[in-house]
């Protein structure tokens, strides 16, 4: 037990450091997004500003589209992609991990293909838009690219394979369960782990992604996801500002808006929702599945 | 081989959502690859505009910088594929083991990093290495009395930033996918194990890295099958894209972009990605070949 | 509002006959207009006159078709025009298409539908639907280029049957002939150039009027230029900056941008890109290597002065902000830019301070200035005859200018006494339900309103401006396909980006810098590059017949 004492105390120190690394940017980050704008450009990013200022929230929060509105749009849109990714990879997964499923390996090969391979972004668009029709509604947020990918589906045929002993599946079988009671009552309670590993995935795809909305949202404001908000003002900000000696009325607007402290303001109100939502995810990280008894 | 099929119906069944979706998202845009050996017109069309050959292809070799993005792409790789790999195992096996209510918080704050975009990760690099305001120079080096370094003019740094950088901001990712095998695996074991008087040591070497294998392979066969891919912002944003860092900092995906991003040439993109596809393609087969020799379970296919 | 129109129009006359367009007839004739125009043309009785009366019976005809069209079916077909802004579809949008269709259904027979993307996904989302065959009829070529556009084969031929001439003769009459002549790319006119500032003022040095005064700076002794602003030499200018550097120790003097060749030097970019320029592009059509020129040479010298009396920032190579943004931090003190009109308000505004303007450079007009981005039409267009009807009333009817410029008078702005216009009340640039703010790529934004604070004649000046731009470039309207150079052109990018930071920012010897750029640059293929580009310009003048 000594040495169980003495590892605990390793593994504490070790994994606060690694915490410290990777907090301490992000409180730069944070301090940043407070500090006036001047103040950093003049002296650079720094932990103990001169100058603090919340201008740079004030400007997301009053300019254009609402960020409140973008922030429902994303967590509706982050519930119902992960719910529905969730459900299609575990099943696929499940059944890919089905040793004796005659086209086994025809199934994986064709998922491990679809990672390496794909069409580009211009057929790709043109299926959605012209044979699904999808462009200007939630759909194309939800399913082009992000409803499932292989590497999920690989991961969690992989756990299936190594974690449920096909003991136990044989033994549900003999006991006369069919092959969906068989999922549901014995796959799943012993997949947590994987289940909600796969669901954070699922769901900081969802909740990061601002690709869909760029190329499928040219008319629904209405329809804009936080990070396609957020996304969409940076590059304006520095579109605006390489073209600025473009612009007649340019001293409208364009020098009043804080661009150094406004990056830093959004990746932060970006990463924030993860900070209060990841605690209640971890609940399914649960140690101690025993399967002793069953294999008896 | 009939009954067999009928037995396994309801499998089909659970199969077909997802393979419908690949089908629909992944393999029917596909055809739209015969786009990199064609010189796009928008009024002929995709199948329709004129077959050049290899033509697209030209641009990513005819050069004397194609040796360094090559090396430079794969040797990253293949330096993210071990760093990466033994820190994130590391990481969940602590996270694992730990039986103190602190470790939610560990897992939550190593998390982070990778909530945030390469743009923002340049600006943090930035704000630390700055020469005339940076953390480094200003704070650390003058305590210490050293003369300020000029970060971004000294390519012998970078390779180690980056792939500093690209742990940092990964493994509270690729430790999550560690951390749920982990959580798979049987506690008889264990408690078998401690019965005999295994240490914790003796557990872990003995009992969760064999156990992590077949994860561990499948990872490493996927990121082969990457390996001609580079992270662009990586590449490109965190060095500032400056000209003196290029022969550490130049990969496949940046030389691309710096010439694509004026000529907006659709085909040339598409020929360069096929490029990294066909070559990923190629050694996950040879790859996945030797693991089946080596270890059949753990082949991918 | 008729008294700001009826000024709006002679000023727009006023501005066409400035462009030089031979015939009388009015710019901003809207369709009400067009019966005193085909009346004053006909009274001319010439064989033209005869050919523009049948022009414009065509143009109503295509216009009372499609209106007996739309009372048969109830609906009018439909023209799409996209274009970006700074925010995505304003709040306002279905206002303003609404507005502006029940103006066009009036005049044209057609609902016009602004299609308004922001600026971040403009490029890509354009490429897209105009690849996918989605409904696109109008749209500017700022963002994607216009010469990816046309090597794309997004863009259809303007003239083809007849098309300009016949319904879009106005167009023809109001924007100069040899401006819309250098749009022709292999002698098809794929686009139509905004009406806006093609010439530049050169090297136009821009210093924090508060750092001049601390510095003691005289400027009595400095005579004006014609745009008001003060004109001095380099060794000036370094006078200047060795006293502010002295005053104001603890500032950086310069903040530096890439701009040496594209704002400081009459040097022309030929075919797009500066491998392989024009040296002296008013007189001279051979291609050279504007790396090895003095001008250039000489640019990094002064650059490597600089850096060395400590003018500028150790961070200039990394530092991502814009120059105006760091002189309005208040640790800088100097920029350069280009000059044009009312620059120095522009300036001033952007860098929160006042500022001195000093013109070092002279004026230019470079042989892309007036095709960087034209207005082009879908080839996939399906009524391409009211598309180019709604392209013409972009260009001259004001209503449809003021609306797609400014939005709806009374609810986004109002009009002042001297017809100039200001917010509405209750409304800024923030709130303003439709404020694209991107009048300079707007098809003729001198035929809607001035803002309150720029000279109501402005679109009079401009023209001045570019009419007597003492240094033409020869070239103006060649335009290159460098896509069989794709190789070449990739792997000089990447050698320029490599190798020029160091030497444009004075960070290395030039003696060594140079060196080093331009071996890098003739091993990126160079000189093949140039070949290639020099033999397209000789074709080029020849059938252009320049020489």
């Known amino acids: 037990m000594r040495s169980d004492k003495k590892f605990q105390i390793f593994s504490h120190i070790v994994l606060a450091l690694f915490s410290l690394l990777a907090l301490l940017p992000m409180i730069l980050m944070l301090v940043s997004s407070f500090t006036d704008n001047n103040e950093i450009i003049k002296s650079g990013y720094s932990y103990l500003p001169k100058k603090w200022s919340v201008y740079a929230y004030e400007y997301i929060f009053s300019t254009g589209n609402s960020v409140l509105h973008a922030y429902v749009i994303s967590v509706v849109l982050t519930v119902v992609g992960t719910c529905l990714a969730l459900s299609i990879t575990t099943l696929l997964a499940y059944a890919l991990s089905k040793k004796g499923m005659p086209g086994r390996g025809i199934l994986t090969f064709v998922v491990v293909f679809s990672m390496l391979f794909n069409g580009g972004l211009v057929p790709t668009y043109i299926i959605y838009t012209n044979v699904f029709s999808i462009k200007n509604s939630f759909l194309a947020l939800l399913i082009p690219g992000l409803l499932m990918n292989g590497f999920n589906v690989m991961l969690m045929k992989s756990y299936f394979v190594s974690s449920i002993p096909e003991e136990i599946l044989d033994a549900t079988y003999i006991d006369g369960a069919n092959e969906w009671q068989t999922f549901f009552k014995v796959v799943i309670p012993l997949s947590k782990p994987i289940l909600a590993t796969v669901a954070l995935f699922a769901g900081i795809g969802y909740w990061n992604d601002w690709m869909n909305g760029y190329i499928y949202i040219t008319k629904r404001t209405d329809l804009y996801s936080l990070q396609n908000l957020l996304n969409r003002m940076m590059q304006n900000i520095q579109y605006l500002s390489q073209s600025s000696s473009n612009i007649q009325n340019a001293n409208v607007g364009l020098s009043a808006i804080p661009m150094a402290s406004v990056r830093m303001a959004m990746a932060t109100l970006g990463i924030l929702p993860i900070v209060i939502i990841y605690p209640f995810v971890q609940n399914y990280f649960v140690k101690g599945i025993t399967l002793g008894g069953v294999k008896g | 081989m009939k009954k067999r099929i009928r037995r396994y119906f309801p499998v089909y069944l659970m199969a077909l959502p997802g393979l419908l979706y690949l089908f629909i998202n992944n393999y029917m845009p596909l055809p739209g690859l015969v786009l990199a050996f064609k010189k796009f017109n928008a009024q002929k069309g995709i199948f329709g505009s004129d077959f050049v050959g290899w033509k697209n292809f030209k641009y990513l070799f005819a050069t004397k910088d194609a040796f360094v993005i090559t090396r430079n792409t794969i040797l990253y790789n293949l330096a993210f594929i071990v760093i990466n790999t033994i820190l994130a195992v590391f990481v969940a096996v602590l996270l694992a083991e730990m039986t103190s209510r602190m470790k939610k918080i560990y897992q939550c704050l190593i998390l982070l990093p990778y909530m945030i975009s390469m743009v923002i990760v340049s600006y943090l690099v930035f704000g630390y290495l700055s020469s005339d305001n940076g953390f480094f120079n200003h704070t650390i080096l003058s305590a210490l009395g050293k003369e300020p370094i000029n970060w971004y003019m000294e390519k012998k740094y970078w390779p180690f930033i980056l792939v500093f950088v690209n742990a940092w901001k990964v493994t509270g990712y690729n430790c999550i996918i560690y951390l749920s095998t982990i959580l798979g695996i049987d506690r008889g074991i264990y408690e078998s194990a401690a019965i005999d008087g295994c240490s914790k040591w003796k557990q872990i070497t003995k009992i969760t890295i064999p156990m992590l294998k077949p994860t561990v392979i499948m990872m490493t066969l996927l990121a082969v099958g990457r390996i001609f891919y580079s992270d662009f912002g990586l590449f490109y944003q965190v060095p500032q894209n400056q000209g003196a860092l290029f022969s550490v900092t130049n990969t496949i995906d940046t030389y691309v972009y710096r010439g694509l991003l004026e000529l907006g040439n659709m085909s040339m993109s598409s020929a360069a990605g096929l490029y990294q596809s066909v070559i990923g393609f190629i050694l996950i087969l040879g790859a996945n070949l030797l693991v089946r020799k080596l270890d059949p379970d753990s082949a991918l296919f | 509002m008729k008294k700001g129109l009826a000024l709006l129009l002679t000023s727009a006359l006023v501005f066409s006959c400035l462009t030089g367009c031979g015939k009388t007839e009015e710019a901003g004739s809207s369709a009400q207009s067009t019966d005193t125009t085909a009346a004053v043309t006909a009274d001319a009785g010439t064989e033209a006159a005869a050919d523009a009366g049948e022009a414009l019976d065509a143009a109503e005809q295509a216009i009372a078709d499609r209106k007996a069209k739309a009372a048969e079916s109830g609906e009018y077909e439909k023209i799409v025009v996209s274009f970006f802004d700074w925010t995505g579809a ?326 002042n006494d001297d017809t100039t216009i200001n917010w509405a009340a209750g409304v800024d640039a923030n709130t303003s339900q439709y404020y694209p703010n991107v009048l300079w790529m707007m098809p003729n934004q001198y035929a809607a309103h001035v803002w309150e604070g720029d000279p109501v004649d402005v679109g009079e000046q401009t023209a001045k401006f570019n009419d007597n731009c003492p240094v033409k470039s020869k070239a103006l309207g060649f335009t290159w396909d460098n896509s069989d150079y794709a190789a070449e052109y990739t792997a000089l990018q990447n050698a320029y980006q490599e190798y020029s930071g160091k030497v444009i920012y004075g960070f290395v010897d030039p003696e060594t810098g140079l060196k080093e750029l331009n071996d890098a640059l003739y091993a990126a293929g160079l000189e093949e590059y140039m070949a290639a580009k020099q033999a397209a310009l000789n074709e080029w003048a020849q059938a252009a017949g320049i020489n």
């Not at chain 3, 905004?194 to 001049?212: H, R």
């Not at chain 3, 030499?233 to 500032?251: E, L």
């Not at chain 3, 002296?280 to 051979?286: F, K, M």
């Not at chain 3, 230019?364 to 009524?383: G, H, K, T």
Request: proline share 4%.
């Open chain 3, 90 to 415: 304003p709040a306002g949008i279905d206002r303003i298409n609404a507005k502006l269709s029940a103006y066009t259904e009036e005049t044209l027979g057609v609902d016009v539908e602004l299609l308004i993307i922001d600026s971040a996904a403009y490029t890509e989302d354009i490429k897209l639907m105009l690849s996918s065959g989605e409904q696109v009829d109008l749209f500017s070529t700022c963002g994607p280029g216009y010469m990816t556009c046309v090597n794309n084969g997004y863009t259809a031929d303007l003239e083809a049957d007849g098309l300009l001439d016949t319904y879009g003769a106005g167009l023809k009459d109001f924007i100069r002939a040899d401006y819309l002549d250098a749009c022709r790319v292999g002698g098809t006119l794929y686009g139509v150039p905004p009406i806006k500032d093609y010439a530049i003022q050169t090297a136009a040095v821009c210093i924090g009027t508060e750092y001049l005064e601390g510095a003691g700076v005289d400027l009595s002794t400095f005579q004006k230029d014609d745009l008001g602003y003060y004109k001095c030499s380099w060794d000036d200018i370094d006078d200047m900056f060795a006293k502010m550097h002295a005053a104001f120790p603890d500032k950086t003097v310069y903040s530096t941008q890439d701009n040496m060749l594209t704002q400081g030097s009459c040097v022309d970019n030929i075919g797009g890109d500066y491998y392989g320029t024009l040296l002296n592009p008013s007189q001279d059509l051979t291609i050279e290597n504007v790396y090895e020129s003095e001008i250039f040479k000489t640019w990094c010298e002064r650059f490597y002065r600089w850096n060395q009396a400590g003018y500028i920032s150790g961070d200039a190579l990394t530092d991502t902000n814009g120059a105006s943004a760091r002189i309005k931090s208040g640790a800088y003190m100097a920029m350069m830019a280009c000059g044009k009109p009312a620059y120095e308000n522009q300036i001033s505004g952007e860098c929160g301070r006042p500022m001195t303007v000093f013109d070092v450079g002279e004026p230019f007009m470079s042989s892309s200035a007036v095709s960087s981005f034209p207005w082009c039409m879908n080839q996939n267009c399906a009524d391409p005859i009211a598309a180019m009807q709604v392209l013409q009333a972009l260009y001259t009817d004001p209503v449809v200018a003021n609306l797609v410029c400014w939005g709806e008078e009374g609810v986004e702005y109002v009009v």
